[in-house]
């Protein structure tokens, strides 16, 4: 995405401006498969993005990013943190440095997203400041063949009250999106809009068009990708949707990832890392560790969806009579005043294989996780009772009848 037209852009140069052909707008983003990344282990939110840059660990970045990679994702869109970049300058050069080369090492590119302080964006005196900045960022990765896309403001478009503050910060992302196209004439610059009309109204300011979408039901997730789509083509611009994927948005994973797929749309998912101190109770594939949550994301991701469709198959799960003897079992050993720790152990990871491999339980909290803490734990038969008896009552209605 680097090779510029070095007549062209010297002619350009010359004449005091940059002309489109000068800069690597790609025509097509349809193929973007990319995520937000903050690391999963950073300090205490709301300051989680300043706290990735300060406390930033390349062999962290380099796990993380290898867990992209096992999921073919080819984009990143990362937080730049400015009160990281003044507290120690040098410090965010190096590590922003490793991170873009890190992710081109992977065929990862790259989407930084700068943040500013809020009295800079408010007041047009500081307005230098947030020049001084942008030209540090291009000076340390503008030459980085990893880097993809500029995003020069985040959601200027929210929240959308008052209405002075979306007009003030309209103003700043069109002044920003100037100031890098002044400084680096061949990365395309975006501003990340959290809705189509946003997108639409600032579409002028930018190379590649961007929009967000967090929306409930599938009818309006269409909708919105289909007017995007129908703009871009209009004004003869690429576009991409940089974040999509919230549990409590009622947005899920699975969902919102079919629905672009289907309609060709590219896309960043908010976000790889389960983030412990931001927003990792609603957001996030994997843990530190490299496990997942919920594998219907990392499925989702790679293009497998669930059947909601007429023809499902629904699991029998006493097909060959292990439900019926982890019941009849289980009863004998519930009824037993001096029952087995061992024997009773090994009953209820039956009955919790049967219930998670038959989909019979929700997964928020998986039946083998609660029998795996207990055989790490102490011997607590009153507990270890209970559970079997739950598990018993949900599996019991799933026996086989002759």
């Not at 699991?315 to 009849?328: F, L």
Request: glycine fraction near 6%; hydrophobic fraction near 45%; proline fraction near 6%.
């Amino acid at each position: 995405m680097r090779m510029a037209n070095a007549l062209v852009l010297g002619l350009a140069i010359l004449a005091g401006a940059v002309p489109v052909a000068g800069r690597n707008v790609p025509k097509d983003l349809s193929n973007v498969r990319g995520f937000n990344y903050t690391a999963a282990d950073v300090a205490a939110s709301p300051r989680h993005h300043i706290d990735h840059w300060l406390s930033y660990s390349p062999a962290t970045t380099e796990f993380d990013l290898d867990l992209a990679k096992r999921l073919n994702l080819n984009q990143v869109r990362i937080f730049l943190a400015y009160d990281a970049y003044v507290q120690d300058k040098a410090a965010f050069r190096e590590h922003l440095l490793h991170f873009v080369r890190a992710c081109h090492k992977r065929d990862i590119g790259v989407m930084p997203v700068v943040t500013y302080r809020r009295e800079i964006i408010a007041d047009k005196a500081s307005w230098p400041l947030a020049r001084e900045w942008a030209a540090d960022l291009v000076k340390t990765i503008g030459n980085e063949p990893g880097l993809a896309f500029w995003d020069v403001l985040n959601e200027p478009d929210w929240p959308t009250t008052p209405e002075s503050w979306v007009r003030q910060r309209f103003e700043f992302a069109k002044h920003m999106a100037g100031v890098f196209h002044e400084l680096d004439p061949r990365t395309p610059v975006t501003i990340g809009m959290a809705f189509v009309p946003g997108m639409e109204e600032l579409a002028d300011s930018v190379d590649v068009l961007q929009f967000h979408d967090y929306m409930q039901n599938r009818a309006v997730v269409r909708a919105n990708i289909a007017r995007a789509k129908q703009f871009a083509a209009k004004v003869g611009k690429p576009v991409v949707n940089g974040e999509i994927g919230c549990i409590a948005r009622a947005n899920p994973y699975d969902v919102t990832l079919e629905e672009h797929m289907k309609a060709g749309m590219g896309w960043y998912i908010w976000e790889l890392m389960i983030v412990r101190q931001g927003w990792g109770p609603v957001h996030g594939v994997f843990y530190e560790d490299g496990t997942v949550r919920d594998p219907s994301i990392a499925a989702a991701i790679l293009g497998f969806f669930r059947n909601r469709g007429p023809n499902i198959l629904p699991e029998n799960v006493d097909r060959e009579g292990w439900v019926t003897r982890v019941v009849t079992h289980g009863k004998k050993w519930l009824a037993q005043p001096d029952a087995s720790w061992d024997q009773g152990l090994d009953l209820a990871e039956t009955a919790a294989n049967l219930l998670e491999a038959g989909q019979l339980i929700a997964m928020r909290e998986p039946p083998t996780r609660q029998v795996d803490l207990m055989r790490q734990g102490q011997p607590d038969l009153p507990a270890l009772r209970a559970l079997l008896q739950k598990y018993i009552e949900i599996l019991e209605p799933y026996e086989r009848k002759e």
